[in-house]
């Protein structure tokens, strides 16, 4: 019994091991081969789309791959432009509206000085005036100590910015660089996509492609489903916005709905990037009604999202709410906003292997189990 355990032991430090090593080895060689990491996802999303054309419409695999490669290059380009034109466009309108909104907040913000801000100003000098000397020393050295703060962190933030523009220039060579062995690799991986995967399940043992052909199966199914939920949820939010503006008589509010409905797929910033600043602005600016209709519609926006985001994710995915909730806030305290996206998948990779059996395949190989 007690050689039974120290077999059991041994397997699982070497299962602790194997684990360790395996995902050191996939961080080195990841920041090595990125960019045919990135060809191999575009691949495998374009694979569907070739295969069709392939078969439907006879072309050569090859010569498929190129139109489909040419129609997501024209999708980009053609997305790209459009939002250049409307950023434009916008800019153009902005350089109308703001100088009239600017003077409405300089006035505003004049009253609120010589009502709010010289009154008690005063009250505190005089207050000031009525302290022995060290008190006021005391003060005034708080003061200085806490403006020389300010200088220095605005100093630091700027010589950060100023340092980073070189970096930032000299970047734009190596996403050239990067860019192309992409769209390269993409072709090769796309051309020979069933030899490729062929010869790589010919490299596995019989179980372990199982394993492995049931892994993919399922990740396949729950990438698909949370990009399906996610999509509906941003068209949701997107046509409630729009409807929403096109009430309040919003200029631009096919634009504005969908700049918001994009924002919304960031995890906990999501619309209030946009909507918060956007309410204060029309609150300070004197829009009263403005505001309270933006205030509504972003109601509207946050009740429909936390109603309808746990019923699409289980639906498509079939992650338990509260599982997703954890995995969210355990992956923002680890590692921060990155987390919030990390968290999720982990789960849903967990998941995954759960279904498959990995994991039972591994507890069966350290308590020595053989199968049946």
Same mark, same amino acid.
């Given at each position: 019994? !007690?050689?039974?355990?120290?077999?059991?032991?041994?397997?699982?430090?070497?299962? +602790?091991?194997?684990?360790?090593?395996?995902?050191?080895?996939?961080?080195?060689? !990841?920041?090595?081969?990125?960019?045919?990491? +990135?060809?191999?996802?575009?691949?495998?999303?374009?694979?569907?789309?070739?295969?069709?054309?392939?078969?439907?419409? $006879?072309?050569?695999?090859?010569?498929?791959?190129?139109?489909?490669?040419?129609?997501?290059?024209?999708?980009?380009?053609?997305?790209?432009?459009?939002?250049?034109?409307?950023?434009?466009?916008?800019?153009?309108?902005?350089?109308?509206?703001?100088?009239?909104?600017?003077?409405?907040?300089?006035?505003?913000?004049?009253?609120?000085?010589?009502?709010?801000?010289?009154?008690?100003?005063?009250?505190?000098?005089?207050?000031?005036?009525?302290?022995?000397?060290?008190?006021?020393?005391?003060?005034?050295?708080?003061?200085? !100590?806490?403006?020389?703060?300010?200088?220095?962190?605005?100093?630091?933030?700027?010589?950060?910015?100023?340092?980073?523009?070189?970096?930032?220039?000299?970047?734009?060579?190596?996403?050239?660089?990067?860019?192309?062995?992409?769209?390269?690799?993409?072709?090769?991986? !796309? $051309?020979?996509?069933?030899?490729?995967?062929?010869?790589?399940?010919?490299?596995?043992?019989?179980?372990?492609?199982?394993?492995?052909?049931?892994?993919?199966?399922?990740?396949?199914?729950? =990438?698909?489903?949370?990009?399906?939920?996610?999509?509906?949820?941003?068209?949701?939010?997107?046509?409630?916005?729009?409807?929403?503006?096109?009430?309040?008589?919003?200029?631009?509010? +096919?634009?504005?709905?969908?700049?918001?409905?994009?924002?919304?797929?960031?995890?906990?910033?999501?619309?209030?990037?946009?909507?918060?600043?956007?309410?204060?602005?029309?609150?300070?600016?004197?829009?009263?009604?403005?505001?309270?209709?933006?205030?509504?519609?972003? +109601?509207?926006? =946050?009740?429909?999202?936390?109603?309808?985001?746990?019923?699409?994710?289980?639906?498509?995915?079939?992650?338990?709410?509260?599982?997703?909730?954890?995995?969210?806030?355990?992956?923002?305290?680890?590692?921060?906003?990155?987390? =919030?996206?990390?968290?999720?998948?982990?789960?849903?990779?967990?998941?995954?292997?759960?279904?498959?059996?990995?994991?039972?395949?591994?507890?069966?190989?350290?308590?020595? $189990?053989?199968?049946?």
């Amino acid at each position: 019994m !007690s050689n039974q355990y120290l077999y059991s032991s041994l397997r699982f430090l070497f299962v +602790i091991v194997v684990i360790i090593a395996g995902l050191a080895s996939l961080y080195y060689l !990841s920041t090595l081969t990125y960019p045919f990491l +990135i060809a191999l996802a575009i691949a495998f999303f374009i694979n569907p789309i070739v295969d069709v054309m392939e078969k439907k419409a $006879k072309m050569p695999r090859a010569l498929a791959v190129i139109v489909v490669l040419i129609l997501l290059l024209a999708l980009v380009a053609g997305l790209v432009t459009l939002l250049v034109a409307e950023i434009v466009t916008g800019t153009q309108y902005l350089a109308t509206v703001v100088p009239n909104h600017f003077q409405k907040l300089v006035i505003y913000i004049e009253q609120f000085v010589a009502s709010q801000i010289i009154p008690l100003y005063n009250q505190l000098a005089a207050l000031f005036k009525n302290l022995d000397t060290s008190q006021q020393d005391t003060i005034m050295a708080n003061i200085q !100590s806490v403006g020389t703060k300010i200088a220095t962190t605005v100093g630091q933030f700027i010589q950060n910015i100023l340092q980073n523009i070189p970096s930032i220039i000299g970047w734009l060579p190596n996403f050239a660089t990067i860019f192309i062995f992409s769209l390269l690799a993409t072709f090769f991986i !796309s $051309k020979d996509w069933y030899r490729l995967k062929a010869l790589f399940q010919k490299l596995l043992p019989t179980k372990v492609q199982s394993s492995t052909t049931k892994v993919f199966a399922e990740l396949k199914k729950a =990438l698909f489903g949370f990009l399906k939920a996610q999509a509906t949820l941003i068209s949701i939010t997107t046509l409630i916005v729009l409807v929403g503006l096109l009430i309040l008589r919003v200029e631009y509010a +096919i634009t504005i709905a969908l700049i918001i409905g994009i924002v919304d797929v960031l995890p906990y910033l999501g619309t209030g990037l946009v909507f918060v600043p956007w309410i204060i602005y029309a609150a300070i600016s004197g829009e009263t009604h403005f505001a309270i209709g933006l205030s509504v519609l972003y +109601i509207v926006v =946050l009740v429909q999202r936390q109603v309808m985001e746990p019923k699409l994710l289980s639906s498509n995915i079939g992650l338990d709410p509260l599982a997703t909730l954890i995995a969210l806030f355990v992956g923002f305290k680890l590692i921060g906003f990155l987390g =919030l996206i990390v968290g999720p998948v982990l789960l849903v990779i967990g998941r995954t292997l759960h279904h498959a059996g990995v994991f039972q395949d591994i507890w069966n190989f350290i308590i020595g $189990k053989k199968e049946a």
